[in-house]
């Protein structure tokens, strides 16, 4: 059973009694280079016993590096931090483990094919008389913690098994379990419901009552005026300055992460048109969704909503040919496709930004240009051999019109933020122009000035024609940028709304199983 969030008073008390006393970590005149790139000049940063401070800034800003630097994965090429007072240097994250600063990744680095009890314990599992590992003990030890964080996960699952927001929570309960004085959080909601939200909110709101410090790193303004409480902000690698978020609302915190003052979120579009690209008819994937009937024409956004765990990216993947349809139709221009596999269905003008970029979308060990190009070449080959300087060419322009931060096309993606890998994908699909383009989850892990950016982009290619199927789980984005939205719960169709009348409360009650209001 997971908690209610605290209240705004109980928040408001707890950040009135952080702001009071010594600092637990203190960063100054930190600096820190990559090849071709400075990505923190002379930065500055300061935390509390007891308190949140939320890192705010653009992908590319340098915030995962300072933690990365914190946490003791990258060292830095000058400056001093400082650990109740006094100086730390680490050359590894287990150095800084045990000096007691934890981290949550952005990016999630369990391990599949262990248990949840493994993946909590690794490289500190408890030993029995003999010196070999106690899994007894093990399973104990982790199914306290998760008791204790009031998680219903059976500590001898696969992790492997448990979805993207199942895995967050133990990469959430993994950190905690170090009890560490410094507990960095790097995106930690960015795949998990509203009720997980809620619990991990508990969950700091006790880790502050113990006084522990916390660093919050998220694009998502709400969350930061919840359970902040002071603001850092970053650009450019550089520190813009820090502020008690009291102080602060939406506008001002998104004219110092950007520069300047951010206008309409959300662009005016033109209606779509009447021709149809689209049609699905009673698609089912036996055992995951099934009925599943909507037609989609040139210029419109169809939004897709849902609950985690409602089918809305198993429809897009099936759409796709990732996991071919059971029964039901697919027809796009008029004509039936059996939608085998993804090369077809590229053939058919498909384009699909997988949720999950990890382990979906980049080759991690691939540059950028290369990660741009990859879904081209066979259409930018002559006499067998890739034209290179085209395709150059084209990269270049798809990095300009889309902002990607990188020193250059040869760069390791794997070196990019999160935010820049997802352009850098985005441009992947944009480079097949194709005529109908679903986006799963399409600003995770990205700030509000670039999110205002892509949103501009998917207007203007709805604009010139383009259908766009776009999956999310912010609701806000939704209803900000569809035409219409399908809702989903638990692999059925439970309603449409269009733009007009389509509220946050609507989507949710049909979210949750619930009939149309009327």
């Not at 340098?62 to 400056?79: F, R, V």
């Not at 600063?101 to 493994?118: G, K, R």
């Not at 796009?332 to 498909?350: H, T």
């Not at 794997?414 to 986006?439: D, E, F, V």
Request: hydrophobic share 45%.
């Amino acid at each position: 059973m997971l908690s209610a969030a605290p209240s705004p008073a109980t928040l408001a008390a707890d950040r009135s009694a952080s702001l009071n006393g010594e600092f637990l970590l203190e960063i100054s005149h930190l600096t820190k280079g990559f090849p071709g790139v400075v990505a923190l000049s002379d930065v500055q940063l300061r935390v509390r016993p007891g308190s949140v401070l939320a890192l705010m800034g653009e992908n590319g800003a340098g915030k995962s590096t300072l933690m990365k630097i914190i946490a003791g994965i990258y060292q830095p090429d000058a400056g001093q931090l400082r650990l109740r007072g006094e100086p730390i240097s680490f050359d590894s994250p287990l150095q800084a483990l045990q000096a007691g600063i934890a981290m949550i990744h952005q990016e999630l680095n369990l391990m599949p094919y262990m248990t949840i009890a493994e993946n909590i314990w690794l490289g500190r599992e408890p030993l029995n008389a003999l010196h070999m590992v106690d899994h007894g003990v093990m399973h104990r030890n982790t199914q306290e913690l998760l008791d204790r964080l009031r998680m219903d996960l059976d500590p001898e699952e696969l992790v492997g098994s448990l979805s993207i927001a199942g895995r967050q929570m133990v990469e959430i309960a993994k950190a905690v379990s170090y009890d560490s004085d410094v507990l960095i959080m790097d995106e930690p909601t960015s795949a998990i419901t509203e009720k997980e939200v809620a619990h991990l909110f508990s969950i700091i709101s006790d880790l502050k009552s113990q006084g522990k410090g916390i660093i919050y790193i998220t694009h998502k303004m709400d969350e930061v005026f919840a359970i902040a409480d002071e603001v850092a902000v970053f650009r450019d690698g550089a520190y813009i300055g820090l502020q008690s978020a009291e102080s602060m609302d939406g506008d001002s915190l998104i004219s110092m992460m950007v520069g300047r003052p951010l206008t309409q979120l959300f662009p005016e579009r033109s209606a779509p048109t009447d021709k149809l690209l689209l049609s699905v008819r009673d698609l089912s994937l036996q055992g995951v969704f099934e009925n599943v009937s909507f037609d989609l024409h040139a210029g419109e956004i169809l939004g897709i909503a849902g609950l985690m765990g409602s089918g809305r990216t198993n429809v897009a993947e099936t759409l796709f040919g990732v996991t071919p349809a059971t029964s039901g139709e697919i027809i796009i221009d008029g004509e039936a496709v059996n939608m085998s596999d993804p090369c077809l269905a590229i053939r058919k003008g498909l384009a699909l930004l997988t949720e999950d970029r990890k382990d979906t979308g980049i080759f991690a060990c691939l540059s950028v240009q290369e990660n741009m190009e990859v879904a081209v070449l066979s259409s930018h080959t002559s006499s067998g051999f890739v034209q290179q300087q085209r395709l150059h060419e084209l990269c270049e322009e798809m990095r300009t019109q889309l902002r990607v931060k990188t020193p250059s096309l040869d760069q390791c993606i794997a070196n990019l933020s999160g935010g820049n890998q997802q352009k850098a994908l985005l441009a992947r699909w944009l480079m097949t122009h194709p005529r109908i383009l679903i986006l799963d989850e399409p600003t995770r892990g990205i700030d509000v000035g670039a999110k205002a950016e892509i949103y501009r982009l998917i207007a203007a290619l709805a604009d010139e024609g383009l259908a766009v199927i776009m999956i999310s789980s912010e609701l806000p984005e939704v209803l900000g940028m569809s035409d219409r939205v399908m809702v989903m719960h638990e692999g059925q169709v439970t309603g449409f709304l269009d733009r007009e009348d389509a509220t946050q409360e609507r989507v949710m009650h049909l979210a949750s199983g619930n009939p149309m209001i009327h």
